[in-house]
């Protein structure tokens, strides 16, 4: 009876302790929206499910962006490397405002923390999308559609007539040099600048705070399958974004208006502005969701008492640290204890090479599936959100479930780290073996790198500013910058398709002349479009390796997660997560995209010229491109491998579970 009476006693106490807590820190909801109905909420599975599904769409919205960047280039005529300084905007907020916004943050309220951050990222994605709606659709798109050729049509005519001809080959001084202004308009590369480096601030909050909170609500042994759970949800955020983009890019960039050409034409601009409003609406509604979680999750809150009381018997002058107030001079003592952890310096390195070399693949894969396969920006960016998106599943899902299972030490972790760096440098090396031949007009190249694309066959041609407009030779074998460069001097159509004869670089059994003030006999035609190349074998191993390496680099994500938060103490973790942010972002993701922009802008053939300068790249060196990239990257991430292998070195010893802190303090016992 005694015996009974003392465990009914105990339950009392413990279900006191939780009703304490729960009117203190574990109560869901907030201001008004409070009561039972919310509370049935606050556990561990809506938590990960919920914060999964927010990082899906917010991991969307970086794959949207990447998904419409060739799209954004042309329409606002931005080079490569100016693109790559954009997207560093994010990452610049990140390094300014990670470590401290972490530390603060972490021991405040989290849930609304992350939250203020995500309405961050809405305001990202409404900025974003501004500039469509200040500059429009551009005289580009507006002058490819059925509603500009009948509009006013006597007065458009003579307009047409105008671009039509400017298109051919024709005399140089029968035309004035004209070039087109929009290139010198930096208000929207401002303004996106601006949206990426407010977005900084929500990333910064979501992955420091988020995963922190999560590890501390959660049994240690059941971290890794939650953990990889919410990764998988999270996951599907590129497929998502890349998708959306997809379908956003197969409409015409001002959806009211009929264009006169399809999305296989390189001058097609999709509707690339639609999809951020979508985004902002989605991540908004999450968002809010998301601040209505307790600052502890109650389960969380009666484990903590427990382990503290069962470390009180082991030690009985055992009394817990106090936790100091947040301040400055604490803030440098928690980063100088942090500095000073090998473990977690190491693995910071090891993750700033790998970004290095992982981060063109993230934000230029479309662009290159573009160049290399020649394949549209539509599929280029469907193809990106679904390649791998099956075996990423797989492995990240398999990895947590063997990690909670098994439970493997720590250094077994590590090791497998450095398998998976191994594995993806063999796999970038290989991506420079796997492309297509090159069937572009092979004429000279000038010094700086550029194609010179005027020739004896057209040299009598006033090509400078002429749009970028391929066409193919009758053969099939070769593609020209445009008919005029081809020299082709008259254009009809056949059964609705546009033939360009007359072509004085297209050889033909008959002779031509290339002096204007002598008898022109009819040369070659030509068609529109880039020649056909067979390159879908190539293009299909080039997935398979794609979803190679994104299998075995699943596979390491709970394992480095793992190692990141056990190698420090526990009130430590979201500053840890910040210090690494900041590290990553001054290290990797701020020199990262601008080095590959730099690279990118180096292997282009064709510039799109205007009156400032040059616009946008239309033609690049394949071969170039593959080798400089993926040997580049490769060397990244072969270093990343080294310092990953140092982590195995200094992780021996380090308890990863429960029940390996729980077999310590048995030994203590006894």
Same mark, same amino acid.
């Given at each position: 009876?005694?015996?009974?009476? *003392?465990?009914?006693?105990?339950?009392?106490?413990?279900?006191?302790?939780?009703?304490?807590?729960?009117?203190?820190?574990?109560?869901?909801?907030?201001?008004?929206?409070?009561?039972?109905?919310?509370?049935?909420?606050?556990?561990?599975?809506?938590?990960?499910?919920?914060?999964?599904?927010?990082?899906?769409?917010?991991?969307?919205?970086?794959?949207?962006?990447?998904?419409?960047?060739?799209?954004?280039?042309?329409?606002?005529?931005?080079?490569?490397?100016?693109?790559?300084?954009?997207?560093?905007?994010?990452?610049?907020?990140?390094?300014?405002?990670?470590?401290?916004?972490?530390?603060?943050?972490?021991?405040?309220?989290?849930? *609304? /923390?992350?939250?203020?951050?995500?309405?961050?990222?809405?305001?990202?994605?409404?900025?974003?999308?501004?500039?469509?709606?200040?500059?429009?659709?551009?005289?580009?798109?507006?002058?490819?559609?059925?509603?500009?050729?009948?509009?006013?049509?006597?007065?458009?005519?003579?307009?047409?007539?105008?671009?039509?001809?400017?298109?051919?080959?024709?005399?140089?001084?029968?035309?004035?040099?004209?070039?087109?202004?929009?290139?010198?308009?930096?208000?929207?590369?401002?303004?996106?600048?601006?949206?990426?480096?407010?977005?900084?601030?929500?990333?910064?909050?979501?992955?420091?705070?988020?995963?922190? +909170?999560?590890?501390?609500?959660?049994?240690?042994?059941?971290?890794?399958?939650?953990?990889?759970?919410?990764?998988?949800?999270?996951?599907?955020?590129?497929?998502?974004?890349?998708?959306?983009?997809?379908?956003?890019?197969?409409?015409?960039?001002?959806?009211?208006?009929?264009?006169?050409?399809?999305?296989?034409?390189?001058?097609?601009?999709?509707?690339? /502005?639609?999809?951020?409003?979508?985004?902002?609406?989605?991540?908004?509604?999450?968002?809010?969701?998301?601040?209505?979680?307790?600052?502890?999750?109650?389960?969380?809150?009666?484990?903590?008492?427990?382990?503290?009381?069962?470390?009180?018997?082991?030690?009985?002058?055992? $009394?817990?640290?106090?936790?100091?107030?947040?301040?400055?001079?604490?803030?440098?003592?928690?980063?100088?204890?942090?500095?000073?952890?090998?473990?977690?310096?190491?693995?910071?390195?090891?993750?700033?090479?790998?970004?290095?070399?992982?981060?063109?693949? !993230?934000?230029?894969?479309?662009?290159?599936?573009?160049?290399? +396969?020649?394949?549209?920006?539509?599929?280029?960016?469907?193809?990106?959100?679904?390649?791998?998106?099956?075996?990423?599943?797989?492995?990240?899902?398999?990895?947590?479930?063997?990690?909670?299972?098994?439970?493997?030490?720590? *250094?077994?972790?590590?090791?497998?780290?450095?398998?998976?760096?191994?594995?993806?440098?063999?796999?970038?090396?290989?991506?420079?073996?796997?492309?297509?031949?090159?069937?572009?007009?092979?004429?000279?190249?000038?010094?700086?790198?550029?194609?010179?694309?005027? &020739? $004896?066959?057209?040299?009598?041609?006033?090509?400078?500013?002429?749009?970028?407009?391929?066409?193919?030779?009758?053969?099939?074998?070769? &593609?020209?910058?445009?008919?005029?460069?081809?020299?082709?001097?008259?254009?009809?159509?056949?059964?609705?398709?546009?033939?360009?004869?007359?072509?004085?670089?297209?050889?033909?059994?008959?002779?031509?002349?290339?002096?204007?003030?002598?008898?022109?006999?009819?040369?070659?035609?030509?068609?529109?479009?880039?020649?056909?190349?067979?390159?879908?074998?190539?293009?299909?191993?080039?997935?398979?390796?794609?979803?190679?390496?994104?299998?075995?680099?699943?596979?390491?994500?709970?394992?480095?997660?793992?190692?990141?938060?056990?190698?420090?103490?526990?009130?430590?973790?979201?500053?840890?997560?910040?210090?690494?942010?900041?590290?990553?972002?001054?290290?990797?993701?701020?020199?990262?995209?601008?080095?590959?922009?730099?690279?990118?802008?180096?292997?282009?053939?064709? !510039?799109?010229?205007?009156?400032?300068?040059?616009?946008?790249?239309?033609?690049?060196?394949?071969?170039?491109?593959?080798?400089?990239?993926?040997?580049?990257?490769?060397?990244?991430?072969?270093?990343?491998?080294?310092?990953?292998?140092?982590? !195995?070195?200094?992780?021996?010893?380090?308890?990863?579970?429960?029940?390996?802190?729980?077999?310590?303090?048995?030994?203590?016992?006894?």
């Amino acid at each position: 009876m005694e015996s009974n009476h *003392r465990k009914i006693s105990s339950k009392t106490n413990h279900k006191r302790t939780y009703d304490v807590r729960l009117t203190e820190d574990t109560t869901c909801g907030i201001w008004f929206l409070k009561g039972p109905w919310l509370q049935r909420f606050a556990n561990k599975k809506a938590y990960v499910f919920l914060y999964g599904l927010l990082g899906c769409v917010f991991s969307a919205a970086y794959a949207y962006f990447n998904g419409t960047i060739t799209t954004l280039e042309k329409r606002f005529k931005i080079p490569s490397r100016t693109t790559g300084i954009i997207t560093v905007g994010n990452d610049l907020s990140q390094l300014f405002v990670s470590v401290i916004l972490s530390y603060y943050a972490g021991r405040g309220h989290r849930p *609304r /923390w992350m939250a203020l951050g995500m309405y961050t990222v809405v305001l990202f994605c409404l900025l974003t999308a501004l500039p469509h709606f200040l500059c429009g659709a551009g005289s580009d798109a507006l002058t490819l559609t059925v509603e500009y050729r009948t509009h006013d049509r006597n007065s458009t005519i003579d307009a047409l007539d105008r671009v039509q001809k400017k298109a051919l080959c024709h005399r140089k001084n029968s035309t004035t040099s004209d070039c087109e202004m929009e290139g010198g308009n930096y208000s929207p590369q401002l303004i996106l600048f601006i949206a990426q480096f407010i977005s900084g601030i929500g990333g910064s909050l979501y992955y420091t705070l988020g995963v922190s +909170y999560m590890d501390d609500n959660i049994k240690k042994s059941k971290t890794p399958a939650l953990f990889s759970f919410s990764y998988f949800i999270r996951m599907l955020g590129p497929a998502v974004g890349y998708g959306l983009a997809s379908f956003c890019l197969k409409l015409y960039i001002s959806p009211s208006l009929t264009p006169t050409i399809d999305n296989n034409d390189p001058r097609w601009l999709g509707a690339w /502005w639609l999809g951020w409003i979508i985004l902002a609406i989605v991540i908004f509604i999450f968002a809010s969701l998301l601040a209505l979680f307790p600052k502890t999750l109650p389960r969380a809150a009666v484990r903590k008492e427990l382990l503290k009381k069962q470390i009180s018997k082991v030690n009985e002058k055992f $009394e817990p640290e106090p936790e100091l107030p947040t301040s400055f001079k604490d803030m440098l003592v928690t980063f100088k204890r942090l500095i000073y952890n090998p473990t977690l310096m190491l693995n910071n390195f090891a993750a700033i090479f790998y970004f290095l070399g992982y981060m063109p693949y !993230w934000i230029f894969l479309p662009k290159y599936i573009e160049t290399q +396969y020649r394949q549209s920006a539509s599929a280029s960016s469907l193809i990106t959100g679904s390649a791998g998106l099956v075996f990423s599943a797989i492995g990240i899902l398999l990895s947590g479930l063997i990690i909670s299972k098994y439970k493997p030490r720590a *250094r077994y972790l590590a090791a497998w780290n450095v398998i998976v760096g191994a594995i993806s440098v063999l796999g970038i090396v290989s991506y420079a073996y796997l492309g297509c031949a090159e069937n572009d007009n092979r004429a000279p190249l000038l010094p700086n790198g550029e194609l010179n694309p005027v &020739t $004896e066959c057209n040299s009598h041609c006033f090509c400078d500013y002429v749009k970028y407009n391929p066409v193919c030779s009758q053969d099939g074998t070769t &593609t020209f910058i445009s008919a005029c460069h081809a020299g082709c001097r008259q254009s009809r159509k056949i059964n609705g398709t546009e033939i360009f004869s007359d072509c004085s670089c297209i050889l033909t059994n008959q002779t031509y002349l290339v002096d204007f003030n002598h008898t022109f006999h009819e040369g070659g035609f030509a068609t529109p479009g880039n020649c056909s190349v067979d390159c879908l074998s190539k293009f299909y191993i080039f997935l398979i390796v794609v979803c190679l390496l994104k299998f075995s680099g699943a596979t390491g994500r709970a394992s480095n997660f793992l190692v990141t938060v056990r190698c420090v103490e526990e009130k430590d973790k979201p500053v840890a997560m910040g210090f690494g942010l900041m590290l990553m972002s001054l290290c990797a993701f701020v020199p990262s995209p601008i080095l590959f922009g730099i690279i990118l802008d180096k292997a282009c053939l064709v !510039w799109g010229k205007t009156c400032t300068g040059n616009g946008n790249c239309w033609l690049y060196n394949g071969k170039t491109l593959r080798y400089t990239m993926n040997f580049t990257a490769a060397t990244f991430v072969l270093i990343g491998t080294l310092f990953d292998a140092g982590v !195995w070195f200094f992780v021996k010893g380090l308890k990863i579970f429960d029940e390996e802190i729980e077999l310590e303090l048995e030994d203590l016992a006894s």
